[in-house]
């Protein structure tokens, strides 16, 4: 991500800043430790970025202009849904864990 807005010239031009993209890379890659530890919070989090993703690119998909973008904002919003109830029951599972009654 950092490669990327580091890459393109005149990036406000196209609606982005360094910091900002420095700032999702970082919140992102703090997102993605926690989950690797098992964290209900970084899950949660992420969560809510992805049902936040999929709430824009369905208000895309109503300005969708072609057969292409209708395309893609679908199959956006199908993998994102996939995704975010593949991850309920993920955090269903670390919910339980930390319930657990120790011996």
Avoid: N
């Avoid at 890459?7 to 910091?19: C, N």
């Avoid at 890659?29 to 899950?43: E, T």
């Avoid at 993703?53 to 300005?63: E, G, R």
């Avoid at 057969?67 to 993920?90: E, H, M, P, Q, T």
């Amino acid at each position: 991500m950092i490669a990327g807005a580091a890459t393109i010239k005149d990036l406000s031009r196209h609606g982005g800043s360094l910091p900002g993209a420095a700032l999702l890379a970082v919140v992102l890659a703090l997102l993605a430790q926690g989950m690797y530890r098992r964290r209900y919070w970084a899950v949660l989090a992420f969560e809510a970025l992805l049902a936040f993703q999929i709430l824009v690119t369905s208000l895309a998909l109503v300005v969708a202009s072609t057969i292409a973008a209708a395309g893609a904002c679908l199959l956006s919003i199908a993998l994102g849904g996939w995704l975010f109830w593949k991850l309920v029951r993920v955090m269903g599972r670390i919910q339980a864990g930390e319930r657990e009654l120790p011996g």
